[in-house]
């Protein structure tokens, strides 16, 4: 899927501060700056209800977007997003320029597809990794990257090097020997095996004899008791 360039409209801001950013994000404005190759950094603000529309969209903080600023428009992508620490809404964003014929780093989610056979036999599916970084066109970043798991059976294990890129894009990892997901046995079959394996161990042990036979000690203890006994009975006598 190839993502689509969206307008913004950016004001330059023309007073700095907190107390000047505080009154634009109680205006419903976020502020932020435009840096870049070839580009002085600029000072903006822009819509907080389309920037974050923006950024809670399925393409995120990895959509083209064209920033007009005083009719000037600026291809950019959106970095550093900041959060209200307490209240929903930004409190920053930062916009990079970018040069539609170049590569950019991007952050790009994995999701897995399908219903592993493993799963179906009892197993379950754990993901490790759900990003892989890659290089790609600053226009054409994939919004994620798709894997079928529906053949995975226990065991399996899903890499990284098993992943299919688009052609105009790589991974910029250089240890790509990761786990993204394995199929293991559940917890629950696991814990049954290993109940079964303590059972059959405390039954082979019982039957080598190295578990004392009930009983044993309890007429051992009688035997001794009985020759206490005699010996006591004795004495009376002689007494």
């Known amino acids: 899927m190839v993502l689509e360039i969206v307008n913004l409209e950016a004001t330059k801001k023309t007073e700095h501060g907190s107390a000047v950013s505080g009154r634009l994000r109680v205006e419903g404005r976020v502020p932020g ?116 798991v529906s053949a995975m059976d226990i065991d399996d294990k899903l890499m990284l090097s098993d992943l299919i890129l688009p052609a105009d894009a790589r991974s910029i990892r250089e240890d790509e020997d990761v786990v993204v997901a394995q199929l293991l046995v559940s917890n629950l079959e696991a814990e049954l095996e290993e109940m079964e394996a303590d059972l059959a161990a405390d039954i082979a042990a019982e039957a080598s004899g190295e578990t004392p036979a009930v009983g044993e000690v309890g007429e051992a203890g009688e035997g001794e008791d009985g020759g206490d006994t005699d010996a006591k009975d004795g004495e009376a006598a002689s007494e």
């Open 33 to 148: 700056i435009v840096y870049g190759e070839g580009i002085d950094t600029l000072h903006v603000h822009v819509s907080g209800r389309e920037i974050e529309k923006i950024l809670n969209g399925p393409k995120g903080k990895n959509t083209p977007i064209d920033l007009i600023v005083d009719g000037e428009t600026i291809l950019t992508l959106p970095r550093d997003v900041q959060d209200h620490p307490i209240k929903p809404g930004l409190i920053h964003v930062d916009f990079i320029k970018v040069d539609k014929d170049k590569k950019v780093e991007a952050d790009v989610p994995i999701h897995l597809n399908g219903l592993a056979e493993g799963v179906k036999s009892g197993g379950r599916l754990d993901q490790y990794e759900f990003s892989i970084l890659l290089e790609a066109p600053s226009i054409n970043i994939p919004v994620e990257i798709t894997h079928d």
